[in-house]
């Protein structure tokens, strides 16, 4: 698996079964350099609603299931889940959404 096909979107994953989306990538001279990744919880957070709390089913759940779908339709789409230590091995720096910081798709 080339690790220089990494898009936003494509999911990686922690040593301990954490996953994150890829948000933003960096190329020098066509080579992948690094990307930035924020924790697939808080992205679908920000990215779903949830209508479905007043019928009884809590937001929790709701977005357990939203994360689970979007693994399962990568997985699906025969996209690759990259490991974070893979990415390392390989010289591709990983750095983390600020998340003290506002979310770009919220409206303040």
């Known amino acids: 698996m080339s690790m220089q096909k990494i898009q936003t979107n494509d ?17 020098e001279e066509g080579t992948l350099k690094n990307i930035q990744v924020s924790n697939l919880w808080y992205e679908q957070a920000f990215r779903e609603s949830f209508e479905e ?37 390989n010289q591709i720096d990983v750095y983390a959404v ?4 506002p979310h770009p798709n919220s409206v303040l």
């Open 11 to 27: 999911l990686v994953r922690d040593e301990y079964g954490n996953h994150y989306l890829v948000v933003g990538t960096n190329e």
């Open 53 to 89: 709390a007043s019928a009884g089913k809590s937001i929790g759940i709701q977005l357990q299931e939203k994360v689970n779908n979007y693994i399962e339709e990568m997985e699906r789409n025969e996209r690759p889940i990259y490991g974070i230590r893979d990415l390392i091995v």
């Open 98 to 101: 600020d998340i003290t910081k």
